[in-house]
T-cell receptor, first 113, second 114 residues
Framework: DQQVKQNSPSLSVQEGRISILNCDYTNSMFDYFLWYKKYPAEGPTFLISISSIKDKNEDGRFTVFLNKSAKHLSLHIVPSQPGDSAVYFCAASDNQAGTALIFGKGTTLSVSS | NAGVTQTPKFRVLKTGQSMTLLCAQDMNHEYMYWYRQDPGMGLRLIHYSVGEGTTAKGEVPDGYNVSRLKKQNFLLGLESAAPSQTSVYFC?????????????FGQGTRLTVV
């Protein structure tokens, strides 16, 4: 039973437009959420995170929104660039469950120029 | 400034063979992790360590063993490889708990068990 779901396997966006990647979770005990980006043949790299006490966190072109009542978070990339083309993983953690991040299956973002 | 280095990058094993994957980090991080990624799946935690001499089981530990004899190294062992262990293995390290701090990943080891 997946606790972190990324229901869209892929997303295509034109350069300069907004990319919105979505993530749903089922465990109400999750208190920290992170996004990682992964290029082919490389390890994932940390992108941005948000604590459950906030509903928005912004870092340059990247903004993560958290809607706790809907158990939903989204990553907005504005403006999108071809270099943003990668797989994006949503991850969540439960402070009571040991040192483990639960990852979603990932969404492949393709930004065309 | 190497970061996290995994050795080897590729390996083909026959069923029943054993091997050790090496992870080395030069950032003086306390926490180290081994994940596996299978097609269409997210990363799943195999084992982790919160400091030198400590190890703990993650989500999918069966068939694997680990050791953290030195702070900078985290070894993942397969005693008797099975085709189900065909996967891409990622090592990661973090200064604090990766649930709340940035973790740095290695480039991965692609393992095929035939």
């Amino acid at each position: 039973d997946q606790q972190v779901k990324q229901n869209s396997p892929s997303l295509s966006v034109q350069e300069g437009r907004i990319s919105i990647l979505n993530c749903d979770y089922t465990n109400s005990m999750f208190d920290y959420f992170l996004w990682y980006k992964k290029y082919p043949a490389e390890g994932p790299t940390f992108l941005i995170s948000i604590s459950s006490i906030k509903d928005k966190n912004e870092d340059g072109r990247f903004t993560v929104f958290l809607n706790k009542s809907a158990k939903h978070l989204s990553l907005h990339i504005v403006p999108s660039q071809p270099g943003d083309s990668a797989v994006y993983f949503c991850a969540a953690s439960d402070n009571q469950a040991g040192t483990a991040l639960i990852f979603g299956k990932g969404t492949t973002l393709s930004v065309s120029s | 400034n190497a970061g996290v280095t995994q050795t080897p990058k590729f390996r083909v094993l026959k069923t029943g063979q054993s091997m050790t994957l090496l992870c080395a980090q030069d950032m003086n991080h306390e926490y180290m992790y081994w994940y596996r990624q299978d097609p269409g799946m997210g990363l799943r935690l195999i084992h982790y360590s919160v400091g030198e001499g400590t190890t703990a089981k993650g989500e999918v530990p069966d068939g694997y063993n680990v050791s953290r004899l030195k702070k900078q190294n985290f070894l993942l062992g397969l005693e008797s490889a099975a085709p189900s262990q065909t996967s891409v293995y990622f090592c990661a390290s973090s200064y604090g708990d990766m649930r709340a701090t940035e973790a740095f990943f290695g480039q991965g080891t692609r393992l095929t068990v035939v």
